[in-house]
């Protein structure tokens, strides 16, 4: 008994050995996919802002569009009977003009900032997914195998607890026998447990066959 739990410790201590090495492993990936997901996500956020600001320049160029109308609608109706007027109408739908003409230069930067962003966030999000599916598999591959490498692969340690758990055998085998646990076959009692059993079968088919005669 003594072997044996001096191997059962061994295999035990081997065993966690190799988990340590596995939570070792996994830990150091885990923290790292972590980490890119966690980029990933601050990413999106910093697209999903600049999408907005697109949104928001757009909705200005658009507004100095219509103020660049108005002035130019109001420089018309009062030209006739104030030129001094109508000039700094003039003036305004100009400042107007360059102030959209800045601001389309910008958002065509913005949109390709934000599309290039766009790219990076999928793509980045691609490999995110293909780690994750990595480290799964590796676990389950780790697992599968930790097992296998913790069993004792040297010949001596093994044979010698096969022969311990043989003499372990033999020894409740005796007990057993010494308390009557097991039973003595008796092949005499079978004989007659099984003639017993054909004369029942023999006639409950003759039984039959009279019923088929009637």
Same mark, same amino acid.
């Given at each position: 008994?003594?072997?044996?739990?001096r191997l059962s410790t061994t295999f035990i201590a081997r065993l966690d050995?190799?988990? +340590?090495?596995?939570?070792?492993?996994?830990?150091?990936? =885990?923290?790292?996919?972590?980490?890119?997901?966690?980029?990933?996500?601050?990413?999106?956020?910093?697209?999903? =802002?600049?999408?907005?600001?697109?949104?928001?320049?757009? =909705?200005?160029?658009?507004?100095?569009?219509?103020?660049?109308?108005?002035?130019?609608?109001?420089?018309?109706?009062?030209? +006739?009977?104030?030129?001094?007027?109508?000039?700094?109408?003039?003036?305004?739908?100009?400042?107007?003009?360059?102030?959209?003409?800045?601001?389309?230069? +910008?958002?065509?930067g913005y949109r390709q900032s934000a599309e290039r962003l766009a790219r990076?966030?999928?793509?980045?999000?691609?490999?995110? =997914?293909?780690?994750?599916?990595?480290?799964?598999?590796?676990?389950?591959?780790?697992?599968?195998?930790?097992?296998?490498?913790?069993?004792?692969?040297?010949?001596?340690?093994?044979?010698?607890?096969?022969?311990?758990?043989?003499?372990?055998?033999?020894?409740?085998?005796?007990?057993?026998?010494?308390? +009557?646990?097991?039973?003595?076959?008796?092949?005499?009692?079978?004989?007659?447990?099984?003639?017993?059993?054909?004369?029942?079968?023999?006639?409950?088919?003759?039984?039959?066959?009279?019923?088929?005669?009637?």
């Open positions: 008994m003594s072997l044996i739990k050995g190799i988990v +340590g090495e596995i939570e070792d492993h996994e830990a150091v990936i =885990q923290t790292r996919i972590d980490e890119l997901r966690h980029k990933v996500a601050q990413a999106k956020a910093r697209l999903n =802002q600049m999408q907005r600001e697109e949104t928001q320049l757009q =909705q200005r160029i658009a507004a100095l569009g219509e103020d660049e109308d108005r002035w130019g609608r109001r420089a018309k109706s009062c030209a +006739g009977e104030d030129p001094a007027r109508a000039l700094a109408c003039i003036e305004r739908r100009q400042q107007c003009r360059t102030e959209a003409q800045r601001l389309s230069a +910008g958002l065509a990076d966030v999928t793509d980045s999000e691609s490999r995110l =997914q293909e780690l994750h599916q990595r480290h799964s598999i590796m676990r389950a591959r780790q697992s599968g195998t930790a097992a296998r490498a913790a069993v004792p692969e040297d010949a001596v340690t093994v044979r010698a607890l096969e022969t311990s758990f043989e003499r372990w055998d033999a020894r409740l085998s005796e007990q057993e026998l010494r308390l +009557g646990d097991i039973s003595v076959h008796d092949n005499l009692d079978e004989a007659f447990s099984r003639d017993e059993q054909d004369a029942q079968l023999r006639a409950e088919l003759d039984a039959l066959l009279q019923e088929d005669g009637k």
